[in-house]
């Protein structure tokens, strides 16, 4: 532990294991001691992890040591941890130190919801969960990311409301992303499922199913679960309302809708010529935007199905061509249906972020960095923004800007050291920029620490032997 004074005691795990230790962290805190009384609760949670009570009993005594002035742990190359951070528990009473001594700290709250699962201590991700969802919401860029790690926990751990909550917070950062919707959908469809108790405890579904009529009435009055006929009755009913009022926003909205639901491209392309009938009628945009919407999730959906076409037949020449295919088709649409919508909605920073994705994406670095330099402006895609920018300058070698537009996303990334997709990513193309600009120590360091999250992370193995060895005196480095 990081204080050494710590008493002996059975280092066995289960419950009451760890009562000594709790009994003396709430002794030492009512004295003031805060740093050694957090020692104590993590040694105790380290015997007995699931002790929520006392879990909640630390997080006070954080506040109170916060209130009282405390400094979150620091260290010349980090905080010097308890434990070695070997197995998914360990690294989760890891996280419990740190955010102990810094309880706002929404990075070390994710180490301890991902990993609370694989440790068996599911309670510990249920206590955590809500915090994380208060700590993002009131922080001043509360992120999308972070509330979809929440929802992915809750869905493991078979609690659909509360995951659809915390997707329902994350759809109202980005109301664009449907597929957010989609899982919300997902997610109410199985609570409804588990309340209604359609799979039995042997998990035999059809032998839960006591009356199909009943199940399949309760699943459409949700709107969960649409049978074809269903949709279908619903298209006609819409279609007949939207023929006698063919000017009305409403019953444009509910016919369109109608047809979408369907997901079936012939009643799409319905919708669409509906959409553009509007548009060229009104001039109102909002519907040429919706109309975009659909065609930007048909070429999703065609992408995703060749995609998984081609995980089954990974050496079909045919398939590949035939993705590469609509994958320029794609990127060919997005590029102008985003500068169709920068150019409606030019203050708009998401929309902004959007395009100049696509336009890296088509080698237009120049443009790209024109319109992430605005993006940036906002807090929510800052990070992101720099990031893909600071890639836009490497491919222009502009070796120096690269770095140091790099170095600026790790650090406005508040999951930079977690180790989770992103910051392996940031942190890698921010370690080819240090090597770029001859500086191998930093880079080095880099490596290291991605290898230490992830060891077969991209090329990360053999750069750093490469470095290392030009650092003794020779070797060359990668391409």
Known sequence: MANSAIPSGDAGEGSGKGNAFFERAKIVAETGNYDYAIDMYVEGFNRDPQNIPELERLYNVSLTRKVKGGKPASGLMGPKVPYKGKTPKEQMLNAMWV?????????????????AVPANCPEVAKFIGPI????????????????????DVYEQLGEFLR????????????????????????????????????????????????????TKELLQQENLVKSEDFKHSQVEKFRADYEKNP???????????????????PLENTAIE??????????????????????????????????????????????????????????????VEYKERTDNFPTDMPMLYEYGQRLYRAKRYEDAIGA???????????????HVMGRCFMHQGMKPEAMETLKRAVDEYDLAETGDGKSKEFNYQLARAYEDNSR???????????????????????????LRDKEKGGGTAPA
């Open 132 to 151: 994380i969802i208060h700590a993002n919401r009131t922080s001043k860029s509360p992120k999308k990311d972070t509330f979809v790690q929440v929802a």
């Open 247 to 265: 000017t009305e926003l409403q019953v444009i909205t509910k016919y369109v809708k109608s047809l979408i639901d369907t997901e079936e491209e």
């Open 372 to 386: 992430l330099q605005i993006a940036q402006n906002n807090a929510k895609f800052r990070s992101d923004a720099l």
């Open 99 to 115: 955010l102990a001594h810094d309880p706002g700290h929404i990075p070390s709250m994710l180490t301890i919801l991902k990993n």
């Open 163 to 214: 995951a659809a909550d915390a997707v329902q917070a994350a759809a109202q950062i980005d109301p664009l992303d449907m597929d957010l919707q989609s899982k919300i959908k997902d997610l109410s469809a199985q609570e409804t499922i588990k309340k209604g108790k359609y799979t039995g405890e042997n998990d035999d579904f059809k032998d839960s199913l006591k009356d199909r009529a009943q």
């Open 274 to 335: 509906v959409l553009y009938k509007a548009f060229v009628e009104t001039k109102t945009y909002r519907y040429k935007f919706q109309l975009g919407e659909i065609k930007l999730r048909q070429h999703r959906r065609a992408v995703r199905a060749l995609r998984e076409e081609l995980k089954s037949h990974p050496q079909d020449t045919e398939i590949i061509a035939k993705l590469e295919k609509a994958l320029k088709e794609q990127l060919a649409f997005e590029l």
């Open 440 to 466: 191998v120590p930093e880079a080095i360091q880099i490596y290291s620490k991605i290898a230490q999250w992830d060891f077969n992370y991209k090329d990360v193995r053999q750069r750093l032997k490469v």
